[in-house]
């Protein structure tokens, strides 16, 4: 059976899109997912943080030198791994290239405003499906531990603010008031930036309210089905290869994570996206909750110089972070997951004690980071074709808008947001 829309993966990405299409007007929808459920990859277990807060690209000036300096350090939160080099050759030069103050801002801005349109977008969607997410929005933390880290922080607050974020500067007296967890290390902390309207909620649960919905809308989620290659038409795609058989759809949109590069290869058409593996810790707060022997933080918290989160979400207190090049690497030793454990003993010394004995599940994830810090979304150069994919550390905040941005572009409507920096025509 030919639908309207197919999907190629069932994360954040894929689920929010097929969503908005439907929510749109659009007729059919299938989801082809290569798991055995959805949102088993990169959109499992990320921090829980919807944030305007981190919409900075990855590839600021300066970057180049930092990488190259983890070639030789070890438990650095930021790794770059011989082992991933040469998969990185192209991609590297480009995310390099990119790496110029210009560039950076111009990436900054577009991601700015695809997250403040996104949260509005996942809010509406949470509340329309009553969706128990574990949702709260008290707002988020960026802590400095450094006069000059902080100071630099302050420097770029106004350009952020000009760009639509909304920002409190805070001293460590006023840190400690937003979040009493922080008492402990206060004298440490140099200040932070609040961000008022960010918030948090557990992404796996909210994939699986999407899932629900689109079934019970009568549309088709294939799961254990990896697609293997395209049908096409003349010029056009009008259908993907399984290992189960060929389904055939007017549009097919390639919303596959990092494995997106992958399948776009196959048509010759190269996407500068690459994995970016993260970590995250969750420490079960069930005994916590129980004996109420230590102030449980509200809020996430970010350590940017870090690359890590600590976010509370409902019955545990996830660490997440973590930026590690070396392509598809499954490895998860001690090594690798030590800086988490380092950041919790960091930003709440009296807690880790109590967490690091409580119930903890390891968990990593590959980011789709593209070379220029800005996601991919809207029509490929071949008919029938879409991508959204490269969302990068932004994914579950950018999930509703981007998946609206698509729905928008394919069936015609006046996007909400300018899309013309999001399209893949800047590469091809
Ligand atoms: C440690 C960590 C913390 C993070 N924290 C945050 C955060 O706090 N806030 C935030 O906004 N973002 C965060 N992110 C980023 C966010 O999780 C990702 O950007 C997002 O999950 C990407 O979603 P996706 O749907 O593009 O990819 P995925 O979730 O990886 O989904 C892609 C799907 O495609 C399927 N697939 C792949 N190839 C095929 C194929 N050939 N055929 C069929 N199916 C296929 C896969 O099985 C997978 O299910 C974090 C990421 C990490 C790693």
């Known amino acids: 059976m030919s639908v309207q829309y197919q999907i190629i993966g069932g994360g954040l990405i894929g689920l929010a899109t097929a969503y908005a299409l439907l929510e749109s007007g659009a007729e059919s929808v299938r989801i082809i997912e290569a ?10 277990a ?19 030198g930092e990488l190259l300096g983890s070639l030789f350090h070890k438990n650095t939160s930021l790794k770059l791994r011989a082992t991933g080099l040469v998969g990185l050759m192209g991609w590297g030069r480009q995310f390099l290239k990119h790496s110029t103050p210009d560039a950076y801002w111009q990436a900054t801005q577009l991601n700015t405003q695809l997250a403040i349109y996104a949260l509005q977008k996942n809010m509406q969607w949470r509340e329309n499906l009553s969706i128990d997410d574990g949702y709260e929005g008290d ?9 000059e880290s902080f100071a630099r922080a302050q420097e770029s607050v106004s350009r952020l603010r000009e760009f639509g974020a909304n920002i409190e500067i805070c001293n460590a007296k006023e840190t400690v008031l937003k979040e009493a967890a922080l008492k402990p ?42 697609v293997e290659n395209f049908v096409f038409s003349g010029d056009r795609v009008c259908g993907v290869e399984t290992h189960a058989g060929i389904l055939r759809a007017d549009t097919t949109i390639i919303a596959a994570g990092a494995y997106s590069y992958k399948l776009l290869a196959k048509l ?17 707060t069930d005994e916590l909750a129980r004996k109420h022997t230590a102030v449980v933080p509200h809020i996430p918290v970010v350590d940017d110089s870090l690359h890590a989160a600590i976010t509370p979400l409902p019955n545990c207190i996830r660490v997440a972070g973590i930026a590690e090049l070396a392509g598809f690497n499954p490895k998860m030793g001690p090594t ?11 930003v709440y010394p009296d807690l880790a004690k109590k967490l690091t004995s409580a119930p903890m599940k390891a968990w990593h ?17 071949i008919q029938g074709l879409a991508i959204n994919t490269g969302h990068a550390h932004m994914g579950w905040t950018f999930s509703a808008g981007a998946g609206a941005l698509l729905a928008d572009v394919l069936l015609g409507k006046k996007p909400m947001i300018d899309q013309v920096g999001f399209a893949a025509s800047r590469v091809w």
């Open 35 to 44: 798991r055995e459920g959805v949102a088993l990859e990169t959109s499992f």
């Open 46 to 64: 990320n921090a829980g943080m919807l944030h305007v807060s981190l919409a900075e690209p990855w590839n600021r000036p300066g970057i180049g």
């Open 139 to 147: 707002g988020l933390l960026k802590i400095y531990r450094s006069d």
């Open 185 to 226: 290390i206060s004298e440490s902390i140099a200040g932070a930036l609040y961000y008022p309207d960010d918030y948090k909620a557990d992404a796996y649960v909210f994939c699986k309210a999407l899932e629900a919905e689109i079934l019970s809308q009568k549309n088709e989620i294939l799961y254990n089905r990896r």
């Open 268 to 284: 010759g058409l190269p996407l500068p996206i690459r994995p970016v593996k993260g970590y995250s810790l969750s420490f079960s």
């Open 336 to 346: 690798r997951l030590a800086p988490l454990l380092g950041m919790l003993d960091n």
């Open 365 to 381: 994830g590959f980011r789709p980071v593209s070379a220029d810090g800005r996601p991919f979304i809207g029509e490929s150069k």
